[in-house]
């Protein structure tokens, strides 16, 4: 767009200089010489700029408290550069229903959380809408922290979707829903529309969960028309039994 204006520009003459000076608009143009310069002599590429943060070198914590225990306190994590505050993971092992978002988010009070007030009450019903339960469910964002612009630099999805997945290995959960477009792009490497077509598998260490990827219960109040969409979604996932 830039090549075509400065185009544009030269055409138009937006670009020549004003001369107060009279001249005959049909003399003869005097090309001014070109100076050349000296051909250099040694040429020094650039050195291209890391694009992915290291993964963690050690081992990540093998039990699921001392994974929260880390989540809560460890130094090096990526998000300590966002916030000192974070937003742990809510719910019970094994769930029938684990759910991911990519951030947590801000509510009325100022407070940051997992959802705000309006966006749970939807959740909840969105859960039941499919014989789930909140109360046997288990809600993590892959970000603890949320950014001052409200996204994730690219080059922390690498390290960011190798802890989710060894998060999950710990939940065990017995399905997964997917919420927003940021997190089927971490974890599917896909944008909402093309991950939200088909029921995904994600792999975790020796295991695969079934998962699906819908609108943010967020999206969805901003925008009703689309909670027909996220109803299909979730008819993807098996109708979970009762207990």
Partial sequence: MIHSLQAWW??????????????????????????????????????????????????????????????????????ARWSRSRVLPEGILEPEIMTISALP???????????????????????????GDSQRSYMATIALSLPVDGRIDEQHWNALKIRLLHHIGLVRPKRIICFGDLAAKIIFGEDLLSARKNKQIINHGASKTEAIVTFHPRILIERPLFKAEAWKDLQMLTRISAP
């Fill in 10 to 79: 030269s055409l138009a003459g937006v670009e020549l200089d004003y001369n107060e000076d009279p001249s005959a608009l049909l003399a003869e143009e005097t090309v001014p010489p070109v100076a050349v310069s000296p051909a250099p002599t040694s040429v020094t590429k650039p050195v291209p700029e890391e694009t992915m943060i290291p993964v963690r070198n050690e081992p990540l914590p093998e039990s699921h408290e001392a994974f929260l225990d880390w989540l809560a306190n460890g130094k090096e994590l990526i998000e």
């Fill in 105 to 131: 988010e801000k509510s009325r009070d100022g407070n940051v959380r997992l959802f705000n007030q309006e966006n749970q009450k939807l959740l909840n019903n969105m859960l039941a809408a499919i014989g």
